[in-house]
């Protein structure tokens, strides 16, 4: 069946390089082999151009959507319908259907460059009880703007994946800070224990619970420590007459 027969092979003032300003990817792009072999190869030719002008790199699979994009560690999954066939809409919501289930990210992408396309896809999407945003339908006045869209969504996707990781590492980097501080806040509070003997247990011993456990030979043998400073941390961990005493630094 013949899904994406719209496209005239005349890509005209409109060039890869020109729709590509706005875009930075850095990705990965798939696209399916069957959906290839449909297409107008002036069509995939401007395809190939737009992602190379983009950084992507494509790669032709026997893959179930359309497309699948890869950037910054999400992938976004594409079902491209660049020529609405008015005669036959159950085909593409019975794909929707099924890939949906498939894939966390899924657009669909159509070309509806008539009004008459674009009313029958309106009723379509209706009839066949379509979940708002679920997945999110794009419609479009032609296939080139139909795949620029695709490579925006896929790139913003990216973005927010990236920062999502950006996010995450400065957090757990205050983490470690603030146990790091609470760290020294407790091995300093122990008399004559400064932070950089509070420095040479963290790396040699570990955590304050390891400390804890720790035999004084044992911080003698792996720290700077003095003995008198070995015997105090030993002390401040098991004598609670010492650790509940007064401390005078």
Not at 21 to 47: D, L, N, R, Y
Not at 55 to 62: T, V
Not at 68 to 88: E, K, L, P, R
Not at 207 to 233: C, G, M, P, Q, Y
């Amino acid at each position: 069946m013949n899904r994406t027969s719209g496209f005239s092979g005349d890509i005209g003032d409109r060039t890869a390089a020109d729709s590509s300003s706005a875009i930075s990817g850095g990705g990965v792009c798939m696209m399916s082999t069957s959906w290839k072999e449909e297409q107008h190869p002036s069509f995939i030719q401007f395809i190939s151009a737009f992602l190379n002008a983009n950084s992507y790199r494509l790669n032709f699979l026997q893959i179930a959507p359309d497309f699948i994009f890869n950037n910054g560690g999400t992938s976004v999954a594409f079902i491209f319908i660049t020529n609405w066939n008015c005669d036959d809409p159950s085909y593409v919501f019975s794909r929707v259907v099924k890939l949906k289930r498939q894939f966390r990210h899924l657009y669909v992408v159509l070309s509806v460059p008539t009004k008459e396309q674009n009313d029958s896809f309106n009723v379509s999407y209706f009839s066949h009880g379509m979940e708002l945003g679920s997945p999110t339908f794009v419609p479009v006045r032609d296939p080139e703007m139909g795949f620029e869209k695709i490579v925006k969504i896929a790139h913003a996707r990216g973005v927010c994946r990236r920062q999502d990781v950006v996010s995450m590492m400065k957090l757990e980097r205050k983490q470690s800070v603030e146990q790091m501080e609470n760290f020294l806040r407790v091995i300093t509070s122990i008399p004559g224990i400064d932070n950089h003997d509070a420095n040479a247990l963290a790396g040699a011993v570990g955590s304050i619970e390891a400390i804890a456990r720790a035999s004084k030979s044992f911080i003698l043998e792996n720290t700077d420590l003095s003995v008198d400073k070995a015997e105090r941390i030993h002390r401040f961990f098991r004598d609670q007459n010492y650790y509940l005493s007064p401390k005078i630094n």
